[in-house]
């Protein structure tokens, strides 16, 4: 822990020293955002940071979304190729105060693939 000292000196009299421990709190960290997506959906995920109590969401760009759970702010109804861009503020119990960090996630610009087969038996057509 660091100290601190103090001596103050009127007219060369110095005072007694006065020695004081200060507590230093840490900096919060910004949490490391995962983006889920389809074609029509993003979750912004991410794991809990220690000494982080709230999350706050700000879309800069796109549509809003919610809160599923502590760590998870999804947004639907998106077409194909669509972004959206989010700030996160992290806050805590610090004297630091909160922290913020920013991401943009692209929803999947193509469904995933589909096939059919289909063959003939005795002149009858079977697809499935």
Request: net charge negative; glycine share 8%.
């Amino acid at each position: 822990m660091p100290n601190i000292e103090l001596q103050v000196t009127n007219q060369s009299c110095p005072s007694d020293t006065l020695k004081e421990m200060i507590m230093v709190d840490p900096e919060l960290d910004n949490p490391s955002v995962i983006c889920d997506v389809t074609e029509s959906e993003i979750d912004f995920n991410w794991m809990p940071v220690p000494n982080v109590n709230d999350y706050q969401v700000n879309v800069l760009q796109g549509s809003t979304g919610n809160f599923n759970g502590f760590n998870h702010y999804i947004v639907g109804g998106l077409n194909p190729g669509d972004s959206i861009t989010i700030e996160i503020i992290s806050s805590g119990n610090t004297a630091c105060g909160p922290v913020a960090d920013t991401i943009k996630c692209y929803t999947d610009n193509c469904p995933p693939p589909t096939a059919e087969f289909g063959f003939d038996i005795d002149k009858t057509t079977v697809s499935f």
